[in-house]
């Protein structure tokens, strides 16, 4: 069955440390790969997407993702991370034209 | 972002009522997608309509659930004698006529149905 797994569901960093949420993806098919986020009350916020290309993808607010085809992975890193990157992060895999698959969510908390 | 609005936020019924989830999507978006996240899981897929069409209901709970894109006004999803386990939040999403594979699909602020 088609899935995606996020295996870290709470992260606690302190400010300027270095994050890496990982996102592994079982599909056998071309997919679609984007990272959102949420901050508290507000909607899902597109962070970055892979559709093909450089594997390496940059998004907003200095994140990023590798694509690795052969390890099924997508993670999301970023060098130092800030007080108001506390939010819950969201792994998806898009399969065909419009359904996404979604993982389970991590929840970072970046003290002050 | 001007973008897909839901409505309520938050949602409270009681075992038994009828709860109405509303969706506007964005301005020239023709597709609407509702997903559910339930406690402790990612956002599952429910139901994929466009304009006057349930296009893919596959994620739908058989009983109960049913969606609707009107020509005119919001998206609606209904809930008929809710239960405690339909305690979740409620996404939807809006992507514009084009399907191609590089289509993204924009979010709302989802609706928190909380049934007591």
């Known amino acids: 069955a088609q899935s995606v797994s996020q295996h870290n569901h709470h992260v606690i960093l302190s400010e300027a440390a270095s994050l890496e949420l990982g996102c592994n993806y079982s599909?056998?098919?071309?997919?679609?790969l984007f990272w959102y986020v949420q901050y508290p009350g507000q909607h899902l916020q597109l962070l970055l997407k892979?559709?093909?290309?450089?594997?390496l993808v940059k998004g907003i607010k200095g994140f990023e993702a590798e694509f690795i085809k052969s390890k099924f992975s997508f993670n999301l890193r970023k060098p130092s991370v800030q007080w108001s990157d506390t939010a819950e992060y969201f792994c998806a895999v898009k399969t065909g034209t419009y359904k996404y698959i979604f993982g389970t969510g991590t929840r970072l908390k970046v003290l002050a | 972002n001007a973008g897909v609005m839901q409505n309520p936020r938050h949602l409270v019924r009681r075992r038994g009522q009828e709860a109405r989830l509303r969706c506007s999507p964005m301005?020239?978006?023709?597709?609407v997608y509702w997903y559910r996240q339930l406690p402790e899981e990612g956002l599952k897929f429910m139901v994929y309509l466009q304009k006057e069409n349930i296009i893919d209901e596959s994620g739908m709970p058989k009983e109960r659930f049913s969606a609707e894109f009107p020509k005119e006004g919001p998206s609606i999803l209904r809930i008929q004698q809710v239960v405690r386990g339909d305690s979740a939040a409620y996404f939807c999403?809006?992507?514009?006529?084009?399907?191609?594979?590089?289509?993204?699909?924009?979010f709302g602020q989802g609706t928190r149905l909380t049934v007591v």
């Open positions: 599909y056998g098919g071309t997919v679609n």
């Open positions: 892979y559709f093909s290309g450089d594997p």
């Open positions: 999403a809006s992507s514009p006529p084009d399907r191609g594979h590089a289509i993204e699909a924009f």
């Open positions: 301005k020239g978006h023709s597709h």
